[in-house]
């Protein structure tokens, strides 16, 4: 390679760099957006007035002044709307609160804001990894730097897609936008590796095959995961209205804005099977690649064994949701189980762990 390709490649790298530490920076002022849309947008708007509708659970009657042009005015009565409401996991019927939409004007600005910003963050990283893949002149995935600042931006861009998608999982940027904060932050303090090149071995069009769907999996892995730590939180929330009991101001403001427990339960599930097949496959990927690469299809080795590991745990999770008893908390904590094998097979197998995989270091 020829100086002047070098000093391009390096001023590529540079670029990158800066751009990730760009995207970093808005990422932030989205977080701040997010967090000024749960401070000022109204308390659980929906949750409120259904309580009020409801009341013990039965409508009932209210009288109302109608008024026309045409008539002086007279009183009929009208009947409370019915509220719609989804079942929890029980018997607890409970609303979903406004994902995390603030409820009013000011809240919803501020949400907007921040969706707004998140776009823009997820853009520039976007433009960051491809730049980070020019200056290498091969798939940006050689080592965790760059796993880290390519599966951050596919987590936030399929949270994108499910808000382009008219779904209601705004509830899920401020705890997302935290994680991927902490992530990049991980990835360019302690993960950061110069561009450098494969080992031969490696240069193969199922680098483009396997590693891309990993990636994409573990992305939506987490968002369902993430999904499945929120549905604890607001099982327990619900579980503690229903023996009658206070939940302290700060949760009830936070724990309100979200989703039923049974809808974030539903979400987690359907998020998990929808990508298992493609986990499956990933799985199958690795293991055609290993034979054009090493001349085996399984040798055991570390990244295999942990891949294989979190594909059992994942498919024990789907089976258990699938059978009567195994569903709310029992079925969650098998999916944080599940997750949790995922975590360590991305992060403890690469650093921690000696194998095939572990070719670039960190």
Known sequence: MNLAATATNESLAQTSNVL????????????????AEWLFGSRS????????????????????????????????VLERPEVITRSASGSRDLPDGPGAAG?????????????????????????????????????????MYEFNITITTVVVGVYLAFLAAKKNVRWIGLPLLITVLLDLGLAITV?????????????????????STAIFCGAVFYVGGLSTVLYLFRERYESKLAAGLKPGSFATSVLERLPAAATLDKF????????????????????????DAWGRYWGWDPKEVWSFITWVAYAAYLHARATAGWKGRKAAYLALIALGCWLFNYYGVNIFVTGKHSYAGV
């Open 191 to 211: 993960l950061y590796t110069d561009s450098d090149q494969l080992v031969p071995a490696l240069h193969s069009y199922w680098l483009w095959i396997h590693v």
């Open 103 to 143: 409820g009013d004007a000011q809240g919803d600005l501020y949400g907007r804001i921040a969706i707004s910003l998140t776009v823009l963050a997820w853009g520039i990283e976007a433009v960051g990894v491809v730049t980070r893949a020019l200056s290498v002149q091969r798939a940006p995935w050689g080592n």
């Open 45 to 76: 708007k929906v949750a409120r007035t259904a309580a009020a509708l409801t009341g013990d659970g039965k409508s009932a009657a209210v009288p109302v002044q109608v008024r026309s042009a045409r008539e002086g005015g007279s009183t009929a």
């Open 268 to 291: 987690a599930y359907r998020v998990n099977a929808a990508v298992f097949p493609l986990w499956t496959f990933t799985i199958v990927a690795g293991a055609i690649w290993a034979g």
């Open 20 to 35: 990730i530490y760009s995207a970093m920076a808005v990422y932030l002022l989205a977080f701040f957006a997010h967090i």
